[in-house]
């Protein structure tokens, strides 16, 4: 049990290593694990040197240290029964802080006010998840640049991308499109788009064009682009793969957003 307990406790010490306002509920955690694993091992030990000794000797005396035995091993039952109880319901409380911590926004960007962005901006649809192909053409008319992830809720690296997609949307309200399609549940949403693998990010520059990185830039990330094959028209620019918040900002400055 003790063995257990500091186990749990040592794994959602790795979990909360950014989360302080936790750290007494976890030493709370750890106290009440050792106390706990303290008794069990009492209990379970059985025999103590000393009643060893004590039963070498006469019956009668054996007898009487019998009965206090049995007494203290049920007193330290009870003990268990009221801290193994208390130990899973620290146990759970800190992993539903954990959960409810993470599921919290870390933005603290403002509210969005739609009154503030210019007239032809206040219909566009700045929107985090799309379900459907996107309109290129009609995206270009609002004259700003786009990034497009096509992945899913389901894949590592896309999980690992969500939260800079929802910061970056946030952020870049009025400024640019950021945008995921979740292509596992929405296949149809990468009909108009050459995806190969998830995630894919489609580069679009706010004139509708496709995004063109300088050389420095294709230095450090790895970009695809795509022709038309009858014109040879560059038609796409897409990055296979996960994309940093740091990468993606990068992109953006790139593409013209300040």
Known sequence: MQNVALVYAFVLMAFMTKKKHLYPLLSILLLVSTIAGGVRVNVLSGQSPMWAIMA???????????????????????????????????????????????????????????????????????????????????????????IIDYGSDSCIPCKEMAPALKLLNEEMYGKAFVKFADVWVYSDAASNVPIQVIPTQVLVNADGTPFVPSDELAAKIQFTMYSDKNTNEHVFTVHQGGLTEEEMREILIEMGVE
């Open 56 to 146: 070498k000797q006469r019956a009668q005396r054996v007898a009487v240290v019998h009965v206090g035995s049995i007494a203290d091993e049920h007193k330290k039952a009870r003990i268990i029964k009221i801290l193994v109880p208390l130990l899973i319901v620290a146990i759970i409380a800190v992993l539903w802080l954990i959960k409810t911590g993470t599921d919290k926004s870390e933005s603290t960007l403002p509210p969005i006010n739609n009154a503030e962005l210019p007239e032809h901006l206040k219909n566009a649809d700045f929107s985090l998840e799309v379900n459907a192909p996107v309109d290129f053409e009609s995206l270009a008319e609002y004259g700003l640049p786009a």
